[in-house]
Structures are given as C-alpha cells and as structure tokens.
C-alpha cells in the first residue's frame, strides 16, 4: 500500500515522491511524510477505509478557517477522494515541523479564536455534512442554536448510543427530555461563530517556528462556547488562554455553567468510538441538567 499510496499522491500533486515514512498522526488515520524530487515534505494522511468525503471535507474545513484569517492551518496541497476502488483516499498537506510553542502562544491562541469565531459562519450548521474523527457529522441547517445542538448534535449521537447497548435506555429518555429544554439551557442568543468542531489539545500543532496551527476540523457555525468546553474536556490549554480569549470577547453571563452542557457532543462522540469510562462521564455531565431516572 505505501507504494501504491506514493504514486498517487505522485499524480496528484505532479511530483516524483523519492521517499515515504510514517510519523504520528492520531488514532484514525496513518500519517507519513514524504519528500519529493525536489527534497520538499509532505503530510499525508491515509485510511484504507476512510469513507468517501472524509478528507475532501476536512481539506474544506481547514480552507474555511484559514479564511478567517485568525489562526494558521496548514495548507492544503492535494486531496485524493476519488470513487471506491479507484485509489487511495488521502490528504496531502504542506509539512510543518513540529516544534514548541513561542513565548506569549498561550494568549496568542486565545486572541486568535476570539477573531477566529467572530469571523462568524452563516448558519448554526453548514451546507455540507463532515465529519468529527470517523463519524459522520450532520449539519443540516437550524434556525437556533438550542436546535442545532438537541437534533443534529446529541439527541441522534444518543439514541445510536442506545441502540447500540453503550447507553441505557433510561439515559436516551433524559437525553430527550434535555432536548425539550435545550432553549432555556444554552444561555443568551448570539450569531453563530466560526467553529473549529473539535478543539482538543492533540488538534493544535506547533511548528519549529512556534505558532500553533489547527488541525483537523469538524466544522460548522455554531456557539462559540462550544469549542472553548471542549478545550476544557480534556485539559493541555493554560489558564492565559482562556483569560485572552475573555479579554478580547467576553462570553455571556453565566458560561461557566453551561461548560458540561457543551461537553455532551463530544463524550457522545467517544463513547460511539471508545466506550469504556466515557460513558459515566456522559452521564455524570447529562445529569448537572436533567434526572437520569
């Protein structure tokens, strides 16, 4: 496969690949750098099953953010999403060496998702379906946020949850019951922000120059306290990244208790992917705004 993998990116991009080797890259795909001719490196990432769509719209999103013009991403260089069977699906991006973060970064990246989700989106939602890790995510538009989040967000991710025996039943019921509650729990109205849809620490790389760049989006317009409670999920962003953020966009009154309320989506997530100790935090989070009884 690596070898098939180097010819098509060799054809996509129109350039000899001379070498390929792995690197990290995450727990979905397989990442490799290659080089070509001409000595410049690449990111490419690969799955043998990745469904079709999946890097066409992560290569969409990152173009999406970069038009913000508030937070580096890498560039894209090639995308390969052809029909099954006819080759290997993959993203190609620029190689950015990794690196430690700058002095000041920590602020800096706060002040940069301040501009990033006040570059705003046109809908809560987006004229397209992508995906968050290797589930699909559904973005059918809404007109409110409460709705956008209780039934392309939560409500869907739990009731696979149930089917599938990871939640019980009980807990699907007061997911429903959250869901008919959703407009008076997500706080005061506001446009829908430029989201980044899947913000954890492992999706902020740092170059050899410093800068942090975001990777690997699930985009969409949403509320922007969205990716700020996922930041929080699990850990790795300082306290002056926060403290930056509020000073260049104070959030709404009363945020701090909406935080487990925006963690749902992505510990729903995780329990589809992982099971495991994600499905007590779920409910232990569910349960700050609704009996589980």
């Not at 290659?34 to 290569?59: C, I, N, Q």
């Not at 038009?67 to 006819?86: K, N, S």
């Not at 968050?132 to 209780?150: F, K, M, S």
């Not at 019980?168 to 506001?190: H, I, K, Q, S, Y």
Request: charged share 20%.
């Amino acid at each position: 496969m690596t070898t098939d993998l180097a010819g098509a990116v060799s054809a996509a991009i129109g350039a000899p690949i001379v070498e390929a080797r792995r690197t990290g890259g995450g727990d979905v795909n397989d990442a490799w750098r290659m080089t070509t001719a001409t000595g410049l490196p690449l990111f490419v990432k690969h799955r043998g099953s990745a469904p079709e769509g999946l890097y066409r719209t992560e290569a969409d999103g990152l173009r999406w953010l970069a038009e913000a013009g508030a937070l580096p991403v890498p560039e894209v260089v090639a995308v390969l999403d052809g029909p099954e069977g006819t080759e290997p699906r993959a993203l190609v991006l620029e190689w950015v060496e990794p690196g430690h973060p700058a002095p000041g970064a920590d602020e800096v990246l706060g002040r940069g998702l301040a501009a990033l989700h006040a570059a705003g989106a046109p809908c809560f939602g987006l004229a397209s379906d992508n995906f968050i890790g290797p589930l699909r995510q559904v973005n059918d538009p809404c007109d409110t946020w409460a709705e956008l989040y209780a039934t392309r967000r939560v409500e869907p991710l739990a009731r696979r949850a149930v089917d599938r025996g990871l939640l019980d039943p009980r807990v699907g019921r007061a997911v429903e019951r959250l869901a008919g509650r959703m407009a008076d729990l997500v706080g005061p109205v506001e446009p829908p922000a430029r989201l980044h849809g899947d913000l954890w620490r492992g999706n902020v790389h740092h170059g050899a120059d410093g800068v942090a760049r975001l990777v690997d989006p699930a985009v969409y317009g949403g509320h922007r306290e969205v990716d700020l409670a996922m930041m929080r999920l699990f850990g790795g962003f300082g306290a002056r990244c926060f403290a930056a953020y509020a000073e260049a966009a104070p959030l709404a009154a009363g945020h701090e208790d909406r935080v487990a309320l925006h963690q749902l989506y992505p510990l729903l997530v995780h329990v589809l992917l992982f099971g495991g100790g994600y499905v007590a935090s779920f409910e232990e989070a569910l349960a700050r705004y609704v009996p589980l009884r």
